[in-house]
């Protein structure tokens, strides 16, 4: 167990080595007074991944739908489900961040989708977003069915 550190010694610090844990037990608590402030490294459980989610009411037109990031960081990966039968052809999405493309591999909803598929890629590059961006999921249009879908945007948050 380490060292208690006293209150009133205003700037010191309890420092955990690699690998080390600060446990609070039930019942217990971590105070942080106004103006105090929690510090945590990029990518961190604090920070961590946040997922934002959009509805398209139609992917089978071509067509696209917006969602606001309120943080910064890197989208990680990109999923889209289809809450109904795709027909006719394959459905091409594509990222956008303040509507520049995200360069990601192939985003497509097969021609054979069944309600309930979800397809998803992991952007390579021009993913980060800083807060209050917005991100765009365009179609093509590609289903001859109406087809909505749910996307969701796994970010890694920097702040």
Not at 102 to 123: K, L, N, Q, R, Y
Not at 128 to 156: H, K
Request: aromatic share 4%; with cysteine.
């Amino acid at each position: 167990m380490g060292d208690k550190v006293h209150s009133g010694m205003g700037g010191d610090a309890q420092v955990v080595d690699d690998g080390g844990v600060i446990e609070v037990k039930s019942g217990g608590r971590v105070n942080v007074e106004s103006g105090g402030k929690i510090n945590e490294e990029s990518g961190g459980a604090i920070l961590g991944r946040a997922v934002l989610n959009a509805y398209a009411p139609d992917i089978g037109t071509a067509g696209s739908v917006y969602v606001v990031c309120p943080f910064a960081g890197t989208i990680v990966d990109l999923v889209a489900v289809n809450q109904g039968d795709n027909a006719g052809t394959k459905t091409v999405l594509t990222a956008k961040i303040g509507g520049a493309s995200v360069t990601h591999p192939a985003w497509e909803v097969a021609v054979t989708a069944v309600a309930g598929t979800g397809v998803s890629v992991a952007p390579t590059a021009a993913n980060n977003v800083t807060a209050g961006q917005v991100i765009e999921i365009a179609s093509d249009g590609g289903s001859s069915n109406v087809t909505p879908a749910m996307y969701s945007i796994t970010v890694l948050r920097s702040s």
